[in-house]
Nanobody, 125 residues
Framework: QVQLVESGGGLVQPGGSLRLSCVGSGLTLENKAISWFRQAPGKEREGVSC???????????YYADSLKGRFTISRDSAKNTVYLQMNSLKPEDTAVYYC???????????????WGQGTQVTVTS
């Protein structure tokens, strides 16, 4: 059974940091494009960051334009885990964050075959 499990969300003050984890079971994350999406209250789910499947040990990473420089996506193949390091967090980053696995990198949500249950991130003073 394929499963993606997110963790690492929580309550943080503006300017703080969190690291989200997405652990895969039943599939090898290194062979998939893994993306983070988020959904804020009353808003549509949007793409945050993506790491492509690895070829010859190399992957490409992508970020939403508004998040470049604050968020970093990475993968630990030995742990079958993808991380999202979030720095300089702002109240507008408050959302449920989801990881998803699919064949190709991108922001088209229907392209993703597997989704996690989400983890809540709340940025408030």
């Amino acid at each position: 059974q394929v499963q993606l499990v997110e963790s690492g969300g929580g309550l943080v003050q503006p300017g703080g940091s969190l690291r989200l984890s997405c652990v895969g079971s039943g599939l090898t994350l290194e062979n998939k494009a893994i993306s983070w999406f988020r959904q804020a209250p009353g808003k549509e789910r949007e793409g945050v960051s993506c790491i492509s499947a690895a070829f010859s040990g190399e992957s490409s990473t992508y970020y939403a334009d508004s998040l470049k420089g604050r968020f970093t996506i990475s993968r630990d193949s030995a742990k079958n885990t993808v991380y999202l390091q979030m720095n300089s967090l702002k109240p507008e980053d408050t959302a449920v964050y989801y990881c998803a696995a699919g064949p190709n990198a991108g922001w088209a949500q229907p392209d993703y075959d597997y989704w996690g249950q989400g983890t809540q991130v709340t940025v408030t003073s």
